[in-house]
């Protein structure tokens, strides 16, 4: 167990439904990052949180948003999916900004049928 | 841009070393990390460089070389257990890591 918890572990849902995933990070991580992962793909970083506040984003589509609550667990909302959106996402979380590694959440396994 | 490149596909034998490479080419530089990732799992860290040179931590090391935009990640021993993708990262300065698609390493008895 890393100490970064992610739920659900799977999810399968049709095209143009909304699904939220959820992230806890590590305790004391004040940073959750999350990322895109597509088979036979590199990760793909989609936005980072810290501390409540955004602080990078990358190529995160319009269709997804994110925040993260008080109590630093973050929420990734993906809207209107597409069989493209199929993929793995992971969270991560680190104890400082560009700090000494990430802790990767188990992952989330989405498939949009 | 920002670019990193690593091998797709290695094969080694149990036992063996074996070195992955990987170049980038980044609009700023403050750190590469290299991580190890078994299929469908998540990605656990192994190593980081921010200064030029070699970092060893037992099977694995990592050596830099900021002037060239390399590196390459050393395991020795070679173990079945150590078939897996193999990915550089490179912190360019702001918060995010970009990764490269990984290196898939084999290792056969």
């Known amino acids: 167990d890393s100490g970064v918890t992610q739920t659900p572990k799977h999810l399968i849902t049709a095209t143009g439904q909304r699904v939220t995933l959820r992230c806890s990070p590590r305790?004391?991580?004040?940073?959750v990052y999350w990322y895109q992962q597509s088979l036979d793909q590199g990760l793909q970083f989609l936005i980072q949180?810290?501390?409540?506040?955004?602080?990078a984003k990358g190529n995160i589509l319009e269709r997804f948003s994110a925040q993260q609550f008080p109590d630093l667990h973050s929420e990734l909302n993906l809207s209107s999916l597409e069989l493209g959106d199929s993929a793995l996402y992971f969270c991560?979380?680190?104890?400082?900004?560009?700090?000494?590694?990430?802790?990767f959440g188990s992952g989330t396994r989405l498939t949009v049928v | 841009g920002q670019n990193i490149d690593q091998p797709t596909e290695m094969t080694a034998t149990e036992g063996a070393i074996v070195q992955i490479n990987c170049t980038y080419q980044t609009s700023g530089f403050n750190g590469l990390f290299w991580y190890q990732q078994h299929a469908g799992e998540a990605p656990t860290f192994l190593s980081y460089?921010?200064?030029?040179g070699l970092e060893e931590k037992g099977r694995f090391s990592s050596f830099l070389s900021r002037s060239k935009g390399y590196s390459y990640l050393l395991l020795k021993e070679l173990q079945m257990k150590d078939s897996a993708s193999y990915l550089c990262?490179?912190?360019?300065?702001?918060?995010?890591?970009?990764f490269g698609t990984g290196t898939r390493l084999k290792v056969l008895a």
């Open positions: 990262a490179v912190t360019p300065g702001t918060y995010k890591y970009i």
């Open positions: 991560a979380s680190s104890g400082q900004t560009g700090g000494y590694g990430y802790t």
């Open positions: 305790s004391g991580d004040l940073s």
């Open positions: 460089n921010v200064l030029d």
């Open positions: 949180y810290y501390n409540g506040e955004e602080r």
